[in-house]
Structure formats: structure tokens, C-alpha cells
């Protein structure tokens, strides 16, 4: 209730939420298509044209036709568009429940999400997880805190904060220090959320396009291009051969309205539409999977960028480690407690076996004091961690030594939140690779705890700690040769068995020290002079924590081997700890390992692992005083690269850099040399995936093609450069995008396979039925619904195929690689050549063997064209067709044609007779003498009924169709379409919708609704859509022979 009243008062932290875009917008943004605006005009002329004609009640059903479908595509997209920008909220929402942060409540530590911090609150923060302020506060108290507001306010210097200068602005970063600040402004009323709030309103800039969408953009301009010349060249032929070389312009009007409609039809289903919106549908399917998979897409395009990833560069610590720390292993006063030892107490009563009392006091004392407050065990007697999981296996190890780390804050002056002004922490940092926390002794004097990288603690040690026990410490001089033992039985030790090392030592000081003073002798792992107080130390000892593999880890990284994806570990640990775990989890292999011919063990081969100052130290050379990156010296060392221990952030972005410059590939000597070697380059240039969890790892995730920030481990600002959050840091999970990232890209490629044939085949027909009956075979409503099935029913089947394992087992795609590979050609020609070749001999040879009239010669009535006295036959054939016709004794005016209308199928034969007086037609009831008078008087009434003949063509192309679209599911010559199809519930819901439909417009007879569609009244019958249905059916026949075909004599196996 305290909460709910504090936000009711001051408000919440976070801002009023966007308004969406409504879904009328979304409509009007449809409606802009130049293709649809043109067949709105085009139906709204003839909807006139059939208002003003005498046969407005055959002539009505085109427009509406026309108007429904153009509805229908308008709708499908704009609810398609409307339902991803509501599903980027849920993501945004997502991303922000990751952004915790360290709030005391009640006097315990929670972590809370940064929108649930209200006014009132004291958040913790501190410098190591270099966290961004999430809200104004004042500073209760903090140590060497300095505040980064650069973003804010343009200073480019970090700002020192203390309580007389408290205020901490939200949307800062935290620079060096640690403290607690009271919240005082949270949400829309602070400093940043008023800035942000300016703007919020704002339209968001348009996130840049994936390669392949500008690849596919590219694409379907040409095709547009194409389109609009065929349409033209269609519509000019019809005009040209109706007109003038046939010279009926009888009804003109009529005629030239349904040309221009067919033009722009045959333009509306040659312009790919669907592709943008197929790529974009894919990637936001893929990010709600991946989410769904723990991780948080932030760049949608990110998602289809990891399917052509190379190369990995994963940390080590809770990406390929579990990262659940336990003190394993112990050196302690010159005693080793190895983790091995055959005693089965924990590792903590051991200690305290086998050390003196003041030894394992000091040793509490330091555990205790040298930590950061973010770093807790929850309630006593728990043991949940909470922040740093390293610390913690240190404060269990305090605790099993009889060390309340609670208690020995609060009561040590310079640690307890009292006094922490009376204090020194130096925090960890990546320059140091240690952290120190200095506080006054209670009989004067100073001490500062250290703890840190085994090798950098024992480098600033001139003592050690000895094992005499009794109240008094004994300190002896930290020679060589002892340093030299302490590595070889405990750090390699330890190290072997894959625990990482960390060096604890103190040193006493008679008075307050020098915090600013440097050493002109010792540097820090970054080169830069290292803090006199941190040097001349008292080694107490070595711990070994381990931190057990992920299981699931080997068996993700050898799917990424088998995908042709190199992983690299970059991690701050020592080389032989690196080692082991690359070893366990299967970075480092067989191959990377050559025979001691001496009979030891197996030796790493040269370059395979190396520390992080080897590898600055070989790919920069030295320029007027300056270190420069030299490329040349980079690519001898990375193909052979696996394991780069005691790495720094510029490590890993020299890393990234290095990758995504190097054109190694194009030396193909160099290339040729290595695939002796065992090491096979791939072609183009390394698309690089980087793991990362510090802020300063943030430029080097920019940097990376697909950056991976840690959802729990991770810093705010790691997350923000980052384009995908692992919500649990777990590297199985990037093996998983690389895996969605794989599948978007056969999605389109099987969206293009499918709307490519489909285009083939509707122009060809399309084409030819305009320059033979000046006509297309399929009208206008027709090809709208197959450009319906083609764009939007077919972009939400295929681009929603779910992955499947055999796509890691094919190298990554070639970025510069064409979209339409060989085999996707032959099978686009292939399906084409079928259903074209189908379709014209339906339209061609087809009425003659089904005894019915061509094309749409199917007429609601018969004029009699002789200019004179109707004769007596004439006049009995009308009676007969219509016993209600009554005939006048004369033409009204001299030479006007004499109508008389029938039964459609009465006509139907007659109009076989207008062609061929001599045919014999199989109903006897029906034969063309029982029409009487000379048939060439006799013409069709100019209003047409849908044909018979057409329908059957335009239902067969359907049905081809949507038999192709199970072919379409396969790119790579696979026999079995139908692997897996279970598995996608879109692609068999739209499959037996557009049957279903289809079922409804061609066997079902719809009378005067056919109009509407331009099919046959009667319907087909089920004879002719069984024929369609086995037309259908032998695309999957079709399917089979031809893959065989083209795997024998086209398409190479390996490129299928």
C-alpha cells in the first residue's frame, strides 16, 4: 500500500505509454499501393460504366468483385502490420523488466526492475557494474564517487558527487566509486525523463533495413520494372488487335475498360509486394520465438544477421559456465587445501582445521570487508546470490570460517554505511584486474585488504603469510623460488581443474597512505602505473572457485563446429584456466592439439591459445611512439585463434574489428596453405558475434555484427549496445539464434522460390491470352486472389516455418551470395515449365475435347443480324429457346438487331454452332439444326456470362498452386516435402482455408454470385475438379521426377 500510495503521490518510474497507431491509419498506409489505387479507379469506372448500361445486373458484379478483393488485401496487411507494432511493445516491455537494479527495502537488498523504483527509495550502485542512474537522487553516502552525465548534459568529464554536492541526475552513468542515493524524482518528472518525454512523442526513426531486405527491395524493383513493361505490352496488344485489326469497336468502352483492367492486374501479380513484408513478418516471427527461447531481440534485423554468423567470441564466466561460483580449492599461510583431497569436509572447516586463528581472522576480515554491498546471500542462512557471483562463493567461504560478512561491515569503520567516508575502495577494474578496500585500524594506523587475478595479486606481494599459529601474524620474505612453487603445485594446480584463481592479500600501513601516489616500477595489466598503496602486499593466499560447465554447452558448441561457426573464449581468466574449460566444453579439439614426442601430454599448436598481452603485442606495431593496429599481423594470428585468456575489453573490440576487416579470404594462397593445416577460411568476409556483460565491453558489441549483452550478469550499458539480450546467459541460447537466424533466410528464400514460379506461370498465360483472345484466361478478381494466395496468405505460411536441426548442418550463407541460388532457378523453371504447359493446353486444345465454347463465349441472349423481315425459322428459334418471346412484325428502327434470351446452356450450344454449323453436338435435343434460320445472322449478345472453360483454368492454377506451396517448402532438392509440415500450424490452416475457398467457388454452383469471381454459375461439376485435383496432385509427381532429374544432370548435389 506504501507503494502504491508513493506512486499515486509522485508518480512512477516510467512514461505514459506510447499511443499506438490506430488501425484505420494502417489502412490508409495500405491504400497507398500505386497498384491498388489504380484498380480502385479502374473498378470505379466501370461500377459507372455498369449503372449506365442496359445490362447493369450482369455487368455489376466486376466492380464489386474488384472492390471486395482490394478490401480484402488491404486488410490482411494493415492487421498484419498492426499486430507487430503491438508486438514490439511486449519486447520493449521485456527489455525494461531486465534493467535491475540493487534497492534496500526494509533493511534487506532486492533487486528490482528499474520501472518498479519509486520516489522514497535508496537504490545501491556502484562503479564495477558501471550502472546508469534510474532516477534523481541525493547521495546519502558514497565513496570516490564520480558521475558520467555527458549523455545529458554535454560534459565530458565524469562529475565528483558527495553530500555537498548530492544530486545524481537519472539517465547518468556511474564512473568510478560505489554509494546509495534517495530517489527523490522518478519517471516523466526527472531531469532525463523530461528530456525524453520531449521526444517520446516524436515518430520513432525507422530501424535500417537487413542486407537481405535491400537485397529483396533490389529484387522487387526489377520485377516491378518487368511487370509494368509486360502489362504495358499487354494492354497496347489488345488495343491494337481489337481495334485495329479486327476492327470491332462495337463496344469500345466495355472492351477498353477490361483491358486496362487486366493490364493492371497482370501488373498488381508480377510486383512482388509480399517480399518486404514476407522479410519483415519472418524476423518478427523468429524475434517471438527467440524470446520466447530467452533471448530479447532488440534489432529485429539481427535476427536474420546471425544466420550468416562465422565466428563466436563468447565470454566465459555465465556463457559457457553455469556461473553458480563454490570455493573449491584453497591455499592458505603456505597450507594447500586441494579440491581433490580425499577429506570430505568443506573447504571452509578445513581452513579452519589446519590455520591460526589470526590468519583465518584476517582472512574473514578481508572476505567480509573487501566486496561490494550489491554482493549478498539473501537471508541468513539461504545462501541465494545476489550480485556478483564470485564474491559470494567468497562470502560462503566467510561464513563456513565463522564470518557474519553482515556483521563484520556494520562494525568495521571505513566499510559500515556510516562510515564509509572514513574509508578507501578502490573499485575492480579491467585496467587492474583487482579491487581494494582500505580502512583505519583500531589501534591506529591503516590497513587495506586486496583481492584479485591470482598472477597480478602475487606480481604486487614482497611477503606471505606464514602458518604459525598463536594470536600474532608472522610474515616472511615472498621469495622466487616459493613464487615459483605457489604457481606450480597451486595456481597451474587449481587452474588444470578449471577453477579460476584469485589472490587475496593486505598490507598495513602506520598512517593514513597516499591514495593518488603511483608506482614509477609496477604497472597494471593495461600498462598504466599501478596505485603505491596496492603494492608491497602480504600474500594470505590463493582460492580456487569453480564454476561448473553449463551441460548443455559441449553439445551447442559442436553443433556450431558441424554449422561451419568458429567459437572463440575471450575471458580474463589465466591461460591454463581457459584451457581446461575450452578443453571440457569443446572449443579446443583434437586437431588443436599436437603429440609430445617427448611422451608428456598433448602441446597446444602455436597461436590456438595465448593471453591477451601476447596477442596486443603481436597485432600492434609501434608507429611515432604510438601503437597501431597492423591487419596483415592480425590475420597470421586468427584463424588459428580459440582461446584468449587474460583479455581486456580492447581486446575484444581489436577482436571485432579485426574480423570484420579482414579480407583473408582473397588470398587464395594463403587460404590453400591452411586447409593443410586443417583450418578452412570461409569465402567472404567473418559476420562476428560477440558475447559481452561490461560497459566497457559496449564498443566492442557495437562493433560486432550481432552483439549479445547478459540479461542477468550484464550491465544497463552492455544491454543498450547490444542487439540481443541472453535473459539468461546461457551461450546454448546463441547457438539457438544462429538457428533462427538460419531459418528466416530459408523462409524467404522459399517465399521467393514459391512467388517467383507462381509469377512465371500467371504472365505466361496471361500474355498469351491477351494477344489470342485479346483477353486474359484469368480475370481480373481471379489473379487478385491468386496475387492474395502469393503475397500475404503465402508470406504467413512460409515465412513462419519453424526451424529444423539438418540447417546447422550447412555452412553459414555467403553474405554477398544471390538470393536465388541454381537450384532454386531449376525449380522455379522446373514448376513453371509444368503448370504453364498444363494451363495453355487447357486454353488451347482442351474445349475441343470437352465438347464446350472457347474462352468466354458464353452469352445471355442471340441477336438476329439480317436487315429485313425476322423469317418464320428465326422466329421459331427464339419461341423455342423462350416459349414467352413475343416477336414485333418489324425492327423499330429498320436495321436494329432482334434479341431473344435462354437458358445458358441452350446458348452454350449454340454458340458451338455460330462456329461450326456443321457440328455435331452430342445431345441430340441440341443439335444445331433445331436453331433454325442462316446461323451467320445470328451473333452472341455482347454481355458475357463467366465460361466454363475459364473456370477450369483459372481453378487448376489454384490448385497447382497450392500443391507448389508444399514443394516450396524444400530449396535443397529434398524427395520428402512434407518433413515437418505438422510442425507449422499457419502453413496448414491457410493451406485448407484457400481449398476450402476454392472447393466454394469452383464445384459448388453459385449462379448469378459467380459473376462476382467470374466463374461458372453451375459450377464445374466434380469431373472437372477431380481433373483440377489430379492436375494438382501431379505437381508433387512433378516434384519427385524432377529432383531426381536435376540432382543428376543440372544441379550438383553439393550445391543442392
Avoid at 601474524?473 to 595456481?491: F, H, N, R, S, Y
Wanted: charged fraction near 20%.
Amino acid at each position: 500500500d506504501d507503494i502504491e500510495q508513493r506512486i499515486a503521490a509522485f508518480g512512477g518510474n516510467f512514461f505514459a505509454e506510447k499511443k499506438l497507431t490506430p488501425y484505420w491509419k494502417y489502412c490508409m498506409n495500405a491504400m497507398g499501393d500505386h497498384v491498388l489505387i489504380l484498380l480502385t479507379v479502374m473498378a470505379t469506372l466501370t461500377l459507372v460504366t455498369a449503372l449506365f448500361s442496359d445490362h447493369t445486373a450482369e455487368e455489376l458484379p466486376e466492380p464489386i468483385a474488384l472492390y471486395m478483393s482490394v478490401f480484402l488485401i488491404v486488410n490482411v496487411t494493415s492487421y498484419i502490420d498492426w499486430s507487430r507494432e503491438r508486438m514490439f511493445v511486449e519486447v520493449s516491455k521485456k527489455l525494461l523488466q531486465s534493467n535491475t537494479k540493487t534497492v534496500i527495502r526494509n533493511g534487506e537488498p532486492v533487486l528490482l526492475a528499474d520501472r518498479e523504483i519509486v520516489v522514497g527509495d535508496v537504490v545501491s550502485f556502484n562503479a564495477h557494474n558501471a550502472q546508469s542512474i534510474p532516477a534523481d537522487g541525493i547521495l546519502l553516502q558514497g565513496v570516490d564517487v564520480k558521475i558520467d552525465e555527458s549523455s545529458l548534459t554535454g560534459e565530458p568529464d565524469a562529475i565528483k558527487k558527495t553530500t555537498e554536492q548530492p544530486f545524481i541526475i537519472a539517465g547518468s552513468t556511474v564512473s568510478t566509486g560505489s554509494g546509495k542515493m534517495l530517489v527523490a524524482c522518478v519517471g516523466e518528472s526527472s531531469v532525463g525523463g523530461r528530456i525524453k518525454a520531449a521526444v517520446y512523442s516524436a515518430d520513432a526513426e525507422e530501424a535500417e533495413g537487413s542486407p537481405m531486405t535491400m537485397k529483396l527491395e533490389t529484387l522487387a524493383h526489377q520485377i516491378s520494372y518487368f511487370g509494368l513493361a509486360v502489362s504495358a505490352l499487354c494492354l497496347f496488344g489488345m488495343i491494337i488487335i481489337q481495334f485495329g485489326v479486327n476492327g470491332d469497336t462495337e463496344t469500345w468502352w466495355p472492351d477498353l475498360t477490361r483491358f486496362i483492367i487486366t493490364a493492371i492486374t497482370i501488373l498488381a501479380v508480377v510486383v512482388p509486394e509480399g517480399l518486404p513484408f514476407a522479410v519483415t513478418l519472418s524476423l518478427a516471427f523468429s524475434a517471438r520465438r527467440l524470446g520466447e527461447k530467452d533471448n530479447l531481440v532488440k534489432e529485429l534485423k539481427s535476427c536474420e544477421t546471425m544466420g550468416s554468423a562465422t565466428t563466436i567470441c563468447s565470454d566465459k564466466t555465465g556463457t559457457l559456465t553455469a556461473n553458480r561460483m563454490t570455493v573449491r580449492g584453497a591455499y592458505v599461510a603456505g597450507i594447500s587445501h586441494m579440491p581433490d583431497s580425499s577429506e570430505s569436509e568443506p573447504i571452509g572447516i578445513r581452513i579452519k582445521q589446519k590455520t591460526s586463528e589470526a590468519v583465518k581472522d584476517i582472512l574473514g576480515q578481508l572476505l567480509c570487508i573487501c566486496t561490494m554491498d550489491e554482493s549478498s546471500l539473501g537471508a541468513p542462512g539461504e545462501n541465494v546470490f545476489k550480485g556478483n557471483p564470485t564474491e559470494c562463493a567468497l562470502l560462503v567461504l566467510a561464513e563456513s570460517l565463522g564470518y557474519d560478512y553482515r556483521k563484520v561491515r556494520s562494525e568495521t569503520k571505513g566499510r559500515s554505511e556510516q562510515t564509509l567516508k572514513d574509508g578507501k575502495v578502490i573499485m575492480f577494474s579491467s585496467a587492474r584486474k583487482m579491487m581494494s578496500w582500505a580502512v583505519p585500524k583500531e589501534n591506529g594506523g591503516w590497513r587495506i585488504y586486496c583481492k584479485g587475478a591470482s598472477e597480478v595479486v602475487m606480481s604486487r606481494c614482497t611477503k606471505t603469510q606464514a602458518s604459525e599459529s598463536g594470536e600474532d601474524m608472522v610474515a616472511t620474505a615472498l621469495e622466487p623460488e616459493t613464487v615459483t612453487k605457489i604457481e606450480e603445485t597451486v595456481i597451474h594446480a587449481f587452474a588444470s581443474k578449471a577453477m579460476r584463481t584469485i589472490g587475496v592479500a593486505y598490507r598495513d600501513f602506520d598512517s593514513k597512505p597516499d591514495f593518488d601516489a603511483t608506482s614509477s616500477t609496477i604497472t597494471n595489466a593495461d600498462g598504466t602505473p599501478a596505485q603505491e598503496v596496492e603494492t608491497e602486499l602480504t600474500l594470505i593466499g590463493i582460492m580456487g572457485i569453480e564454476d561448473p560447465l553449463r551441460p548443455e554447452v559441449p553439445g551447442a558448441i559442436e553443433k556450431c563446429y558441424n554449422a561451419g561457426i568458429d567459437v572463440r573464449m575471450v575471458t580474463g581468466d589465466n591461460l591454463e584456466t581457459a584451457v581446461a574449460i575450452a578443453k571440457d566444453c569443446g572449443i579446443l579439439r583434437d586437431e588443436h592439439f599436437s603429440i609430445n614426442e617427448a611422451g608428456g601430454p598433448p602441446q597446444l599448436k602455436k597461436y590456438r591459445a595465448i593471453e591477451g598481452k601476447e596477442f596486443r603485442t603481436h597485432v600492434h606495431q609501434t608507429v611515432n611512439g604510438e601503437q597501431v593496429f597492423n591487419q596483415d599481423k592480425f590475420d597470421e594470428i586468427w584463424p588459428y585463434l580459440r582461446v584468449l585468456a587474460r583479455s581486456s575489453p580492447e581486446d575484444k573490440l581489436t577482436l571485432a574489428k579485426g574480423l570484420n576487416a579482414s579480407v583473408l579470404y582473397k588470398n587464395t594462397e594463403r587460404c590453400q596453405q591452411l586447409e593443410k593445416e586443417g583450418i578452412k577460411i570461409f569465402p567472404d568476409r567473418q559476420v562476428v558475434a560477440m558475447t559481452g556483460d561490461g560497459t566497457n565491453d559496449a564498443p566492442a558489441l557495437k562493433k560486432a555484427d550481432v552483439g549479445f549483452a547478459m540479461g542477468k550478469a550484464g550491465t544497463q550499458v552492455a544491454k543498450d549496445a547490444a542487439d540481443i539480450v541472453l535473459l539468461k546467459d546461457n551461450f546454448a541460447d546463441i547457438v539457438v539464434a544462429a538457428l533462427w537466424g538460419r531459418n528466416v533466410y530459408e523462409s524467404i528464400s522459399k517465399f521467393v522460390q514459391f512467388q517467383l514460379t507462381v509469377n512465371i506461370v500467371a504472365v505466361t498465360v496471361a500474355v498469351v491470352g491477351a494477344f489470342y483472345k485479346q483477353d486474359s484466361p484469368l480475370a481480373a478478381t481471379q489473379m487478385l486472389w491468386v496475387n492474395l494466395i502469393m503475397d500475404s496468405l503465402a508470406s504467413l505460411a512460409l515465412a513462419t516455418e519453424p526451424p529444423t536441426d539438418d540447417m546447422l548442418q550447412r555452412p553459414p550463407v555467403n553474405r554477398s551470395k544471390s538470393m536465388i541460388t541454381k537450384s532454386m532457378w531449376t525449380n522455379m523453371l522446373g514448376h513453371a515449365f509444368y503448370q504453364a504447359v498444363v494451363l495453355l493446353f487447357l486454353l488451347f486444345a482442351f474445349p475441343d475435347i470437352g465438347s464446350m465454347p472457347q474462352g468466354t463465349d458464353y452469352v445471355k441472349g442471340l441477336h438476329y443480324f439480317k436487315n429485313d423481315w425476322m423469317p418464320e425459322e428465326a422466329k421459331a428459334t427464339c419461341l423455342y429457346l423462350d416459349p414467352d418471346w413475343k416477336a414485333t412484325e418489324e425492327f423499330p428502327d429498320g436495321d436494329a438487331p432482334r434479341l431473344c434470351s435462354s437458358d445458358i446452356k441452350i446458348l452454350e450450344r449454340f454458340a458451338l454452332c455460330v462456329e461450326d454449323p456443321e457440328r455435331d453436338v452430342k445431345d441430340d435435343e441440341y443439335k444445331c439444326s433445331y436453331f433454325g434460320g442462316d446461323h451467320k445472322y445470328w451473333k452472341p449478345n455482347p454481355v458475357k456470362a463467366p465460361s466454363l472453360h475459364y473456370t477450369i483454368i483459372f481453378n487448376t492454377f489454384v490448385v497447382m498452386t497450392l500443391f507448389n506451396e508444399i514443394n516450396s517448402r524444400k530449396l535443397h532438392g529434398e524427395m520428402n516435402v512434407f518433413h515437418n509440415i505438422t510442425a507449422n500450424p499457419y502453413f496448414a490452416s491457410i493451406f485448407f482455408l484457400i481449398a476450402l475457398f476454392q472447393g466454394i467457388v469452383g464445384a459448388i454452383p453459385l449462379g448469378e454470385g459467380g459473376r462476382f469471381i467470374k466463374v461458372y454459375g453451375d459450377g464445374m461439376g466434380g469431373m472437372y475438379w477431380l481433373m483440377a485435383l489430379g492436375l494438382g496432385l501431379g505437381v508433387l509427381v512433378w516434384q519427385q521426377i524432377f529432383v531426381n532429374v536435376v540432382k543428376k544432370f543440372v544441379v550438383p548435389k553439393a550445391e543442392l
